[in-house]
């Protein structure tokens, strides 16, 4: 795993509300880590966002479980052999594969 850059604060898509994939500038691609550094891809990152923020909707402050697997940083993804540990796809790196 190579993870170089943390970025300042998440990006969020604009129209959509949702974590990035890429970052704005450049284009690279995204991975997210959690509280205990396991590593999420995008679309797990976003699952759970909205996981917790269902979750809160219903029952504020009764979801540390939850909270505990919200994304708390995200990096720019520049090699390849980066696995998402929630759903175990690889994910998209800026600068090719290694195999
Ligand atoms: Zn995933």
């Known amino acids: ?6 970025l300042p604060r998440f990006e969020f ?17 995204l991975l997210y880590l959690d ?18 923020t269902e979750a809160e909707a219903e029952d504020p402050g009764q979801n540390g479980f ?3 697997g919200l994304p708390v940083s995200a990096h720019v993804n520049y090699e390849g052999d980066t696995y998402c540990d929630e759903c175990s796809k690889r994910i998209e790196s800026a600068y090719g594969e290694n195999d």
């Not at 795993?1 to 943390?6: A, E, K, L, Q, V």
């Not at 994939?21 to 691609?29: E, K």
């Not at 509280?35 to 917790?52: G, R, Y």
């Open 1 to 6: 795993m190579s993870i170089c850059t943390t």
């Open 13 to 29: 898509e604009y129209e959509t509300g949702k974590l990035k994939a890429y970052t704005s500038l450049g284009s690279y691609p």
């Open 35 to 52: 509280k205990s550094n396991s590593v999420l891809c995008p679309c797990c990152a976003n699952e759970a966002e909205n996981a917790f």
């Open 66 to 68: 939850l909270a505990d």
